[in-house]
């Protein structure tokens, strides 16, 4: 078993973090960039929870411009992932940068919280979820 050490931050450099919403037909989506650290986390599950109030047809988190990402933000995602189901909203992670990868892995929660390549993958998943191929159109 090998140890992961993390780099130390730059001291200097504030962490920052910024959300923005885009609503269309298809989905909410939630674009994170920066640094999600413990800072952030009630504001990323305020807007969230937000989001899912609206009941949209899906709620995305497009995490593709996260360079950092802490173990509570993970928490917020999943957490994200319980409230959708319970309100019947689909919801998925899109954007596979290393910054929120890297935790994922080493907590091991791949099949707990899957990460779709971008946010047109994560659309095809919900829709392939939403409509499942049945034994008789294949």
């Not at 994170?32 to 899912?52: P, Y």
């Amino acid at each position: 078993m090998s140890l992961f050490v993390p780099r130390p931050r730059d001291p200097r450099r504030r962490p920052t973090a910024s959300f923005t919403v885009t609503r269309t037909r298809e989905a909410s989506v939630v674009n994170a960039s920066g640094e999600l650290d413990l800072a952030v986390a009630a504001q990323l599950a305020a807007l969230l929870a937000e989001e899912l109030c609206r009941l949209p047809p899906a709620l995305i988190c497009d995490t593709s411009a996260v360079e950092f990402c802490a173990a509570r933000i993970l928490t917020v995602l999943i957490d994200a992932v319980a409230d959708a189901t319970v309100a019947r909203v689909p919801f998925a992670v899109a954007g596979r940068s290393r910054g929120l990868l890297r935790p994922i892995a080493a907590l091991e929660l791949e099949q707990v919280l899957p990460v779709h390549r971008n946010v047109a993958d994560a659309l095809s998943w919900i829709a392939l979820a939403a409509h499942p191929a049945s034994p008789d159109t294949r």
